[in-house]
């Protein structure tokens, strides 16, 4: 009651302070009790110089006093950029090639000090801006260097104070890939006591802004627009578990325009910016362009013949197929289940720039190679005969894509709106070596959410306009019903050798399968997801023998059923030869989400999805048995989720033990956090799952069993 109590004071105070996120000084010194570093006092400069693009630079002053708490703390200092990347909240998906951290690239340093603070004496210390190098796709599409900087601090120890200040500078046609849409959180991972940020630009300089929950202090002086923000006693909410932080807390987003994206209308004469974000999916339209003009020209080159040839016996497998979705989902099985992706690392590498693309001809080899990859799709769609559209989705939980936030389209996947026959539309997410979905299938941070998506038709052609408004489409949402996972497994445990044989059936739907299915063919689940998922039904223990497992086929439309069949072997501890002890908790792995804190939440709690999860083992020892320690039925229902658990003997060898946990509801406010976890903890907890059973031998009393103390 006392962590409800504070959760829902906090949630109060922000109602009455305009969801400003700024707590009292009480519930400030409360809620940083529990951190590695606490920020007692930061002021943050950034300037933008200039208007012209080849002349703008970027220049960050920092002056940071921060109080370590812990070994951690040290650690995540020494783990600070110089400087910092602006959004510290973005979730990136793409083939591994492209995933890599967001650094800037030729910083200059113009000052570094460091001074710490401790048994009350004040001096300067040693630190180093150690330079770091990175692996990236430049601007030529070639892989190439970015160097950056991290700090490095020696001998500092837990209760230190330091005072951190730098002073960089950057040209901004470097890092335009990053500048070009910018967004920045107020809060951090870490408390902040004391917060000033001065974000300053030319007057001559077009920009777009949008601001989150809090506006700022916008001064005008000598042509310098001055955008500043005063802040206090803001909590480290910014990697809260399972949070959408750009819902709860204060944002802002800075969109620069330089003066050469000016471009003049056709018709009109009219002068219009070119939008960035029609720069950063030029690549992609330009691919879905030439595809169009090879289509519609028909010159037979061998490529185009490959791709006619391929497509034709695609539409012959489908007879009856009166929109076209048929031969679309066999298309994207084809992809799935029999083309293998190529990183192309020779290409970018430039050691095989002299070789020419031939993706028609590779695709029936059974080969999709990245710098292909667009091509390879909008070739054989088109030939299928459906209109498509490049769209470009934001992971929900970190953001949602808009005019003037728009990172993803650059380095970031893409999906294709495919139009069929009848108008209506399919979706298909491109092969990768971190994607291999089905048509209509995407994965949950995908789901209902907004995509931007891109014409070529929008782009500025021959007596054509260019069209800047931005076109947004909803993707679709799969119901709690659609999304399960059913576990079934008989389990025959012998008392002689004190051996479990399990024979499981794991059926999986939606989103079950669309996040798990992959972890029983050897394939690496999704790194951004939570671990768990990653969890097989035979990972009970450490000395598991996997027996057999079988993959069962995967329907290729949605809701995507699919099964796998497992046997496995594990050896049960004992306390003496007849008294065996399983604990359930082992056996039974819901998706729970750790790092709850009950008192201190600030956002709202999001569920990945709406689904259930039901386990069920029947166990059947080769002896009688008696239950020595009673495992008590667990029943809850909250708003978030229902969760039973229940252990029933069903005949002297026999015993039934069911798991169900359904999650309701999407989103749960910050003062209900402890329904969530409430239950997560029931699900986790081994004390309660305990299970302690005792063979009973022939003419034995039950006075004389073990009383399980």
Known sequence: MKSTAITLVIAVIYSLTGFSQQLTDSLYNQYKKSESLEILDEHLTVEVIGAKIDLMRFSIIRDVQIVVHSKSGIDAINNFLIPETFDQYYIQHAPSLYLYERLFDNVKIDSLALWVKRNKQEVRHPARAVRIQQDVINSNFRLGNLYAYRLSVNELVPGDTIRLFYSVNFPFIDNADQLLTIRMFHHSKWSRKRYQLNWKYNGRLEVDTVFHLIRPEIIVKNGIVDMQWNLRNLPGALDEPNCHPYVDLPWFVFTPKPSDFLVQQYSTFDENYLPAWMIFGAERENDVIEAQIAASQGIRTSDYLAFNKLADSIIAKCPDDLNGRKSLTYFQKFM????????????????????????????????????????????????????????????????????????????????????????????????????????????????????????????????????????????????????????????????????????????????????????????????????????????????????????????????????????????????????????????????????????????????????????????????????????????????????????????????????????????????????????????????????????VRKNTAISDLPDGN
Not at 361 to 388: E, K
Not at 411 to 431: E, N, Q, R
Not at 488 to 517: D, H
Not at 541 to 556: E, I, R
Request: charged residues 25%; contains cysteine; positive net charge.
């Open 336 to 695: 799935v289940s029999e083309v293998r992706y190529d990183k192309d690392l020779q290409y970018y590498r430039n050691k095989a720039g002299y070789l020419r693309d031939k993706p028609g001809r590779d695709l029936q080899g059974r080969l999709l190679r990245d710098r292909n990859r667009v091509a390879a799709y909008a070739n054989m769609i088109l030939r299928l005969g459906f209109r498509i559209m490049t769209a470009y989705p934001m992971d929900k939980r970190c953001g949602q894509i808009s005019p003037a936030y728009f990172p993803t389209i650059l380095d970031g996947d893409f999906l294709l709106l495919t139009i069929l026959k009848d108008t209506s539309v399919a979706w298909i997410y491109p092969k990768s070596d971190k994607a291999n979905y089905f048509c209509d299938e995407m994965p949950f941070y995908f789901e209902n959410t907004q995509v931007m998506l891109q014409n070529y038709m929008q782009r500025r052609g021959y007596k054509r306009d260019m069209d800047i408004r931005p076109i947004f489409y909803i993707t679709p949402n799969s119901k709690p019903s659609e999304n399960f996972r059913k576990v079934n497994s008989s389990v025959s445990i012998s008392f002689k050798t004190r051996t479990a044989s399990f024979q499981s059936r794991v059926s999986l739907s939606g989103q079950f399968s669309t996040m798990t299915r992959n972890i029983y063919r050897g394939i690496k689940a999704d790194s951004t997801i939570n671990p768990k998922y990653n969890i097989k039904v035979s990972d009970i223990g450490k000395n598991v023998n996997v027996l057999k497992s079988l993959p069962g086929m995967v329907a290729d439309s949605f809701p995507f059923l699919t099964s796998v069949a497992t046997s496995y072997e594990y050896h049960l501890p004992s306390y003496n030869g007849d008294t065996l002890t399983i604990n359930l908790s082992d056996w039974i792995k819901h998706i729970t989400v750790d790092g709850i804190d009950t008192l201190n939440r600030v956002t709202s709690f999001y569920s990945d999805f709406c689904g259930y999860d039901r386990w069920s083992y029947m166990i059947r020892f080769d002896e009688p048995f008696s239950i020595v320690t009673p495992v008590n039925p667990v029943e809850l229902d909250t708003d978030y989720g229902q969760y039973t658990f229940n252990v029933k003997q069903v005949n002297p060898e026999q015993i039934l033990v069911t798991s169900y946990f359904l999650t309701k509801s999407a989103v749960i406010p910050a003062e209900k956090i402890d329904q969530v976890a409430q239950l997560f903890n029931a699900m986790s907890n081994p004390i309660g799952k305990r299970l302690k059973v005792v063979k």
